[in-house]
């Protein structure tokens, strides 16, 4: 398992992915985190098939800070159900990578 870490989120709205996104960084849970507007998004809730417009936010942190990610994620989220995964950073730019773990 890699140290490092992306996560990745869908939001609601701009406001909640801008909320969360500072959040992470201010508290040193991610060292960056970047949102990409105006996502189209289908999934099933309920039942039915739903479509709405998204905001994903990805972070770039550490494996320590997953726990703690969640949970304050949970709390701050407007989904019932938050899409909060995590996927294994093994390779990149050593320097950047060092500049993560600095940051976060």
Known sequence: MSNYKLLYLTCGSK???NKIGKFLVN???????????????????NKKISSSKEYILIGKTQRKNMKKIIK???????YDCPCILFFNIYNGNDKFLKWIKKNS
Do not use: D, M, R, Y
């Open 15 to 17: 406001l909640e992915a």
């Open 27 to 45: 508290n040193k849970l991610a060292a960056c985190t970047n949102i990409i507007s105006n996502v189209q998004s289908f999934f099933k809730w």
């Open 72 to 78: 304050n994620i949970k709390e701050q989220h407007s």
